[in-house]
């Protein structure tokens, strides 16, 4: 099963014979340790803040059994689009706050 917020995306899967939902992915809708491995492929770089990409893999935890697999793909910490820099590895892409560095995700 997959998820995404495009619900175009999500009705191709549909039309593909996939079983996909309209979804955010700080909050879907499935039961805690209900996957045995989950995917996030160009996903998290998209949010606007360290706490919220966080956010965001913390929600795959969730999702995961005991034992299970995640894998994250983001972009490039630094990536050029028109001569200019991204600045994603300037600003700390995935820092945690002092707060979470010792519990993990």
Not at 48 to 72: D, H, Y
Not at 75 to 85: D, G, L, P, T
Request: hydrophobic share 40%; charged share 20%; with cysteine.
């Amino acid at each position: 099963v997959g998820c995404d917020r495009s619900s175009a995306l999500v009705q191709i899967c549909a039309e593909r014979g996939f079983q996909a939902f309209v979804s955010d992915a700080l909050n879907v809708p499935l039961r805690t340790a209900s996957c045995d491995a989950c995917i996030s492929i160009a996903v998290i770089h998209h949010f606007s803040t360290p706490e919220r990409r966080l956010a965001a893999v913390r929600e795959l935890v969730r999702l995961l059994k005991p034992g299970g697999r995640a894998l994250i793909y983001v972009w490039a910490f630094e990536q050029e689009y028109n001569k200019q820099s991204s600045g994603a590895a300037s600003t700390g892409f995935l820092k945690p706050s002092s707060d979470d560095e010792d519990s993990g995700p």
